[in-house]
Protein backbone atom coordinates (compact mmCIF):
# COMPACT_ATOMS: atom_id res chain seq x y z
CA UNK A 1 0.00 0.00 0.00
CA UNK A 2 2.85 2.40 0.44
CA UNK A 3 3.08 2.30 -3.32
CA UNK A 4 -0.75 3.50 -3.36
CA UNK A 5 0.56 6.61 -1.07
CA UNK A 6 2.99 7.57 -3.55
CA UNK A 7 1.29 7.37 -6.25
CA UNK A 8 -1.35 9.62 -4.86
CA UNK A 9 1.09 11.68 -4.24
CA UNK A 10 2.86 11.85 -7.76
CA UNK A 11 -0.81 12.88 -9.01
CA UNK A 12 -1.87 15.45 -6.51
CA UNK A 13 1.37 17.06 -7.55
CA UNK A 14 0.90 16.62 -11.48
CA UNK A 15 -2.22 17.54 -11.32
CA UNK A 16 -1.87 20.82 -9.28
CA UNK A 17 0.67 22.16 -10.62
CA UNK A 18 -0.68 21.72 -14.64
CA UNK A 19 -3.55 23.33 -13.66
CA UNK A 20 -2.81 25.44 -11.28
CA UNK A 21 0.59 26.35 -11.41
CA UNK A 22 1.75 24.89 -8.02
CA UNK A 23 1.72 22.37 -5.60
CA UNK A 24 0.90 20.90 -2.44
CA UNK A 25 3.17 22.84 -0.48
CA UNK A 26 0.72 25.94 -1.39
CA UNK A 27 -2.76 23.95 -1.24
CA UNK A 28 -2.27 21.70 1.76
CA UNK A 29 1.52 22.33 3.41
CA UNK A 30 0.69 19.86 5.79
CA UNK A 31 0.43 17.17 4.11
CA UNK A 32 4.05 16.66 2.54
CA UNK A 33 5.01 16.33 6.12
CA UNK A 34 8.34 18.16 4.77
CA UNK A 35 8.76 16.21 2.19
CA UNK A 36 10.88 17.44 -0.82
CA UNK A 37 9.10 19.58 -3.39
CA UNK A 38 8.60 17.80 -7.15
CA UNK A 39 11.11 18.90 -9.80
CA UNK A 40 10.07 19.46 -12.55
CA UNK A 41 6.75 20.46 -12.33
CA UNK A 42 5.21 23.01 -13.85
CA UNK A 43 1.82 24.79 -15.42
CA UNK A 44 0.84 23.18 -18.47
CA UNK A 45 -0.44 25.19 -21.67
CA UNK A 46 -4.08 24.27 -21.51
CA UNK A 47 -7.22 25.26 -23.01
CA UNK A 48 -10.45 26.04 -20.19
CA UNK A 49 -12.42 22.73 -20.61
CA UNK A 50 -8.28 20.84 -20.15
CA UNK A 51 -7.83 22.94 -17.43
CA UNK A 52 -11.12 22.09 -15.70
CA UNK A 53 -10.52 18.77 -15.80
CA UNK A 54 -7.08 18.58 -14.37
CA UNK A 55 -8.23 21.19 -11.49
CA UNK A 56 -11.31 18.30 -10.60
CA UNK A 57 -8.43 15.54 -10.40
CA UNK A 58 -6.12 17.69 -8.49
CA UNK A 59 -8.93 18.96 -5.92
CA UNK A 60 -9.70 15.20 -5.78
CA UNK A 61 -6.33 13.73 -5.27
CA UNK A 62 -5.77 16.57 -2.32
CA UNK A 63 -9.12 15.58 -1.04
CA UNK A 64 -8.04 11.80 -0.17
CA UNK A 65 -5.12 12.48 0.86
CA UNK A 66 -5.56 14.75 3.29
CA UNK A 67 -8.86 12.42 4.46
CA UNK A 68 -6.65 9.37 4.66
CA UNK A 69 -3.92 11.80 6.66
CA UNK A 70 -5.70 12.97 9.39
CA UNK A 71 -6.91 10.53 12.72
CA UNK A 72 -10.30 10.14 14.43
CA UNK A 73 -9.85 13.33 16.90
CA UNK A 74 -8.48 15.34 14.17
CA UNK A 75 -10.94 19.04 13.96
CA UNK A 76 -12.16 19.52 10.35
CA UNK A 77 -13.82 22.46 11.03
CA UNK A 78 -12.18 25.50 8.50
CA UNK A 79 -11.15 28.90 9.77
CA UNK A 80 -12.46 32.14 8.30
CA UNK A 81 -9.31 32.18 6.38
CA UNK A 82 -9.61 29.38 4.38
CA UNK A 83 -11.77 28.70 1.88
CA UNK A 84 -15.06 27.65 3.57
CA UNK A 85 -17.97 28.34 0.51
CA UNK A 86 -19.34 25.26 -1.56
CA UNK A 87 -18.13 26.85 -4.64
CA UNK A 88 -14.70 26.37 -3.90
CA UNK A 89 -12.91 22.98 -2.88
CA UNK A 90 -13.09 22.92 1.02
CA UNK A 91 -9.55 20.77 0.84
CA UNK A 92 -7.60 23.80 -0.02
CA UNK A 93 -5.70 25.25 3.07
CA UNK A 94 -4.42 28.39 1.33
CA UNK A 95 -5.63 31.42 2.23
CA UNK A 96 -9.32 32.25 0.52
CA UNK A 97 -8.08 35.23 -1.35
CA UNK A 98 -5.13 33.56 -2.93
CA UNK A 99 -7.36 30.61 -4.13
CA UNK A 100 -10.64 32.17 -4.70
CA UNK A 101 -10.71 32.98 -7.96
CA UNK A 102 -9.52 29.63 -9.33
CA UNK A 103 -11.35 27.19 -7.18
CA UNK A 104 -14.61 26.17 -8.66
CA UNK A 105 -15.21 22.39 -7.91
CA UNK A 106 -17.72 21.62 -5.58
CA UNK A 107 -15.94 18.40 -3.47
CA UNK A 108 -17.88 15.97 -1.38
CA UNK A 109 -15.93 14.04 1.11
CA UNK A 110 -15.18 10.45 0.35
CA UNK A 111 -16.75 7.57 1.72
CA UNK A 112 -13.73 6.07 3.16
CA UNK A 113 -13.21 5.92 6.84
CA UNK A 114 -10.48 8.67 7.23
CA UNK A 115 -8.83 6.70 9.40
CA UNK A 116 -7.77 4.03 7.13
CA UNK A 117 -4.34 5.22 5.93
CA UNK A 118 -2.99 5.65 9.61
CA UNK A 119 -3.90 1.94 10.30
CA UNK A 120 -3.05 0.40 7.79
CA UNK A 121 0.14 1.95 6.24
CA UNK A 122 0.77 4.78 8.50
CA UNK A 123 1.12 8.53 6.95
CA UNK A 124 4.98 9.38 5.68
CA UNK A 125 6.73 12.46 4.27
CA UNK A 126 6.13 13.23 0.48
CA UNK A 127 8.85 10.98 -1.63
CA UNK A 128 10.98 13.12 -4.11
CA UNK A 129 8.62 13.06 -7.59
CA UNK A 130 10.60 14.07 -10.27
CA UNK A 131 7.99 15.21 -12.73
CA UNK A 132 10.39 16.52 -15.46
CA UNK A 133 8.97 16.67 -19.47
CA UNK A 134 12.13 14.70 -20.15
CA UNK A 135 10.96 11.65 -17.93
CA UNK A 136 7.81 11.59 -19.56
CA UNK A 137 10.04 11.81 -22.96
CA UNK A 138 11.46 8.73 -21.83
CA UNK A 139 7.86 6.61 -21.75
CA UNK A 140 7.10 7.65 -25.16
CA UNK A 141 10.31 6.92 -26.54
CA UNK A 142 9.43 3.46 -25.31
CA UNK A 143 6.24 3.35 -26.19
CA UNK A 144 7.13 4.38 -30.08
CA UNK A 145 9.99 2.12 -30.33
CA UNK A 146 12.03 5.11 -30.84
CA UNK A 147 12.90 8.82 -29.94
CA UNK A 148 10.62 11.20 -30.68
CA UNK A 149 11.91 14.72 -32.35
CA UNK A 150 11.22 16.99 -30.90
CA UNK A 151 10.87 15.12 -27.45
CA UNK A 152 7.49 14.70 -25.94
CA UNK A 153 6.60 17.51 -23.56
CA UNK A 154 3.50 16.49 -21.26
CA UNK A 155 3.05 20.24 -20.63
CA UNK A 156 3.60 21.63 -24.34
CA UNK A 157 -0.71 21.66 -24.65
CA UNK A 158 -4.04 19.87 -23.46
CA UNK A 159 -3.77 17.05 -25.88
CA UNK A 160 0.19 16.11 -24.83
CA UNK A 161 -0.84 16.53 -21.37
CA UNK A 162 -4.04 14.40 -21.55
CA UNK A 163 -1.96 11.55 -22.76
CA UNK A 164 0.37 11.84 -20.41
CA UNK A 165 -2.20 11.41 -18.20
CA UNK A 166 -3.41 8.15 -19.98
CA UNK A 167 0.06 6.45 -18.27
CA UNK A 168 -0.81 7.52 -14.13
CA UNK A 169 -4.35 5.96 -13.56
CA UNK A 170 -3.73 2.87 -15.82
CA UNK A 171 -1.06 2.11 -14.25
CA UNK A 172 -2.83 2.99 -10.99
CA UNK A 173 -5.25 0.84 -11.66
CA UNK A 174 -3.47 -2.16 -12.78
CA UNK A 175 -1.66 -2.20 -10.04
CA UNK A 176 -4.20 -2.28 -7.12
CA UNK A 177 -6.10 -4.74 -9.06
CA UNK A 178 -2.88 -6.86 -9.04
CA UNK A 179 -2.29 -6.31 -5.17
CA UNK A 180 -5.96 -6.93 -4.06
CA UNK A 181 -5.54 -10.92 -4.52
CA UNK A 182 -2.26 -10.55 -1.72
CA UNK A 183 -3.88 -8.48 0.89
CA UNK A 184 -5.00 -9.28 3.57
CA UNK A 185 -7.47 -7.36 5.92
CA UNK A 186 -10.41 -5.78 5.51
CA UNK A 187 -9.83 -2.33 6.50
CA UNK A 188 -6.70 -2.17 3.75
CA UNK A 189 -8.87 -4.46 1.26
CA UNK A 190 -11.83 -1.34 1.84
CA UNK A 191 -8.71 1.31 1.38
CA UNK A 192 -7.56 0.14 -1.89
CA UNK A 193 -10.95 -0.57 -3.20
CA UNK A 194 -12.03 3.36 -2.32
CA UNK A 195 -8.67 4.38 -4.28
CA UNK A 196 -9.03 1.95 -7.04
CA UNK A 197 -12.58 3.65 -7.58
CA UNK A 198 -11.10 7.04 -8.07
CA UNK A 199 -8.71 5.68 -9.99
CA UNK A 200 -11.24 3.97 -12.26
CA UNK A 201 -13.58 7.43 -12.50
CA UNK A 202 -10.50 9.56 -13.89
CA UNK A 203 -9.21 6.92 -16.25
CA UNK A 204 -12.97 6.96 -17.63
CA UNK A 205 -12.87 10.69 -18.33
CA UNK A 206 -9.33 10.57 -20.10
CA UNK A 207 -10.40 7.61 -22.18
CA UNK A 208 -13.42 9.46 -23.25
CA UNK A 209 -11.52 12.55 -23.90
CA UNK A 210 -8.72 11.19 -26.24
CA UNK A 211 -11.24 8.66 -27.47
CA UNK A 212 -13.17 12.18 -28.56
CA UNK A 213 -10.01 12.87 -30.21
CA UNK A 214 -8.93 9.27 -31.45
CA UNK A 215 -8.00 10.53 -35.06
CA UNK A 216 -6.70 13.95 -34.15
CA UNK A 217 -2.97 14.18 -35.19
CA UNK A 218 -0.44 14.91 -32.10
CA UNK A 219 1.83 18.15 -33.02
CA UNK A 220 4.83 18.56 -34.24
CA UNK A 221 4.28 14.16 -34.57
CA UNK A 222 2.76 12.31 -37.39
CA UNK A 223 0.89 9.97 -35.13
CA UNK A 224 -2.09 10.61 -34.14
CA UNK A 225 -4.04 10.24 -30.66
CA UNK A 226 -5.22 6.16 -31.69
CA UNK A 227 -1.36 5.94 -32.38
CA UNK A 228 -0.54 6.65 -29.11
CA UNK A 229 -2.63 5.32 -27.05
CA UNK A 230 -2.76 2.08 -28.70
CA UNK A 231 1.57 1.66 -27.67
CA UNK A 232 0.90 2.69 -24.53
CA UNK A 233 -1.55 0.19 -23.43
Known amino acids: MQFAVNLEFLEAEYFLWASYGFGLDVVAPNLPMSGPPPIGARKANLDQLTNNIIMEFANQEVGYLRWHSQTPSTDRRWTNDQVTDRSSCPWIDAPKAQLQSQLTVDQHEPSIDPRSLNSTVGVFPRPLL ?4 K ?9 LGHKLVPPFDPYR ?3 SYMLSCYVIPYVGLVGYVG ?8 ETKRLLAGLLGVESGQDVVIRMYLYERATKLVPPYQYTVADFTSRIS
Open 130 to 133: DLSA
Open 135 to 143: NFAKIFDDA
Open 157 to 159: DSL
Open 179 to 186: TNPNINGY
